[in-house]
């Protein structure tokens, strides 16, 4: 049975405007100018936004493989900070449009990357795929995730979950919820439950973590083939079905406490016992787990807990990282040694236990994914599959730009029936 949803094309994305935050902890050139050689060095610009708390690690983790392999090179952190990359994908089309692009860039497996390789943004990585025999390290659906006729564009390190549950069990327990809720129904009364106790239902960040909860309660509601159906050719978003799961979202989001500045605050509210549930991917999971030098150091199964978002257990709502190498790269040849630590069963092994996700190869050494990872691990398995809109699958950057538009007017207005015909609209002008 063919499991993954097929890819998307896209158009060319147009410029959204500048906004540089600045690196991640680590070799740095002041913002907007490249860095080239340091003492002697050649730098690496890799190009991501693993800033904060959490997803640094995973980073941090493969650049110091990437390090000892490969002393002749800095590895230089070209971070911009901003969860879900949506400042730093503005800064990456820029430098795309203005021939000045980073070595390698991270970018979403699907739709998301078939825009960068149709804008001719990317160089064929068939060769190395060859070199290494990645196209049988990695599953054959997720190849054509990033391939466009035949032709291989970039590296995948990690397969991310989107639609995960995170709940606090000592506050579910206080609010009388005996167990992680399992349709859109319970979910509803159990946030009913601890608004009566006075504690945040449902915590909440900054606005495209809106729109990750919105795609879990479209998944949740509709069910899997007829989420899947909505990125297909003529798919109807004006359906009674559609409208019956925006008018959850809207009462759910009605719960939602103060918005925080970004996904780490809103989930450390959950691990710190001050609301009950986020919905948030799996990169939360390394934020809660990891040591507190850059993660919660929280106690798994006490301070936070997980289950599969209202409504869609036994689906895997998926996404994946994947690096680049971009046509007129400074250092191409620095690129590819980076390329070869995220395309190994070593770079992968050290950077996703760290990042929350499991690894994209087949052969990762099972061990090392315990406690969530392991049940990630075994859900994927067996799994059905949809594709995340936030993060890159399902849509392309366009069509996300207008979903993400529609959102906003719906966080400020409230109106379901709007925010229907905004999604319809973003649909009509960008499927393909
Ligand atoms: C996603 C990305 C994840 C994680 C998350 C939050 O788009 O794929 O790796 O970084 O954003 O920033």
């Known amino acids: 049975m063919r499991r993954w949803l097929a890819a998307v094309s896209i158009t060319m994305v147009s410029v959204l405007g500048l906004a540089a935050c600045g690196g991640g902890g680590g070799s740095t050139a002041p913002a907007g100018q490249s860095p080239a050689a340091s003492g002697g060095k050649q730098q690496v610009e890799v190009f991501s936004w693993w800033t904060g708390p ?12 990437f390090e000892e392999k490969n002393p002749n090179y800095t590895f230089f952190d070209a971070a911009v900070a901003g969860g879900s990359g949506d400042k730093a994908k503005a ?42 025999k990645l196209k049988d390290a990695f599953p054959a659906q997720l190849v054509e995730q990033i391939s466009v006729e035949g032709k291989i564009y970039s590296v995948p390190v990690n397969i991310h ?31 009913e439950k601890v608004k009566a106790k006075g504690k945040v239902p449902l915590s909440i960040g900054s ?25 297909k050719p003529g798919a109807d978003w004006n359906s ?13 989001l009605s719960y939602a406490g103060d918005p925080q500045d970004d996904w780490q605050p809103a989930a450390k509210q959950v691990a710190d016992g001050d609301a009950a549930f986020n919905i948030m991917g799996d990169w939360a999971y390394g934020y809660f787990h990891n040591p507190p030098e850059g993660g919660l150091g929280k106690t798994s199964k006490t301070d936070f807990d997980w289950a599969p978002a209202p409504g869609t257990e036994g689906t895997y709502l998926w996404l994946s990282d994947s690096f680049t190498l971009p046509k007129g790269a400074k250092n191409r040849e620095g690129a590819l040694a980076w390329l070869k630590v995220a395309a190994s069963k070593e770079g992968q092994d050290a950077f996703n236990p760290k990042k ?43 069509w996300l730009a207008a979903i993400n538009e529609a959102v906003g007017l719906f966080i400020a207005s409230k109106d379901a029936k709007a925010l229907q015909q905004g999604l319809a609209d973003a649909a009509t002008a960008n499927a393909q």
């Open 54 to 65: 959490g997803e640094a690690d995973g980073l941090q983790a493969m650049r110091k493989i």
């Open 91 to 132: 800064l990456l089309q820029s430098k795309l449009q203005a021939s000045t692009p980073p070595d390698t860039f991270q970018g979403h497996a699907g739709a998301e990357l078939q825009g960068y390789i149709k804008a001719g943004n990317l160089e064929d990585l068939t060769s190395l795929y060859d070199e290494l």
């Open 161 to 191: 979950r989107s639609n995960v549950l995170w709940f606090n069990p000592a506050v579910l327990k206080d609010a009388g919820v005996a167990a992680a809720p399992k349709t859109i129904e319970e979910f509803i009364a159990a946030l």
């Open 207 to 231: 606005e495209w973590t809106v729109t990750h909860l919105m795609e879990s309660v479209l998944l949740g509601s509709l069910g899997t083939d007829a989420y899947n159906a909505l990125f």
């Open 240 to 252: 009674p079905e559609v409208t019956k799961a925006l008018e959850s979202f809207a009462k759910i």
């Open 356 to 398: 929350g996700s499991i690894p994209a190869r087949k052969d990762a050494d099972q061990a090392l994914y315990t406690d969530y990872l392991g049940d990630a691990l075994k859900d994927w398995s067996s799994n059905k599959l949809a594709g995340s809109i936030q993060h890159g699958v399902a849509v392309n950057q366009p």
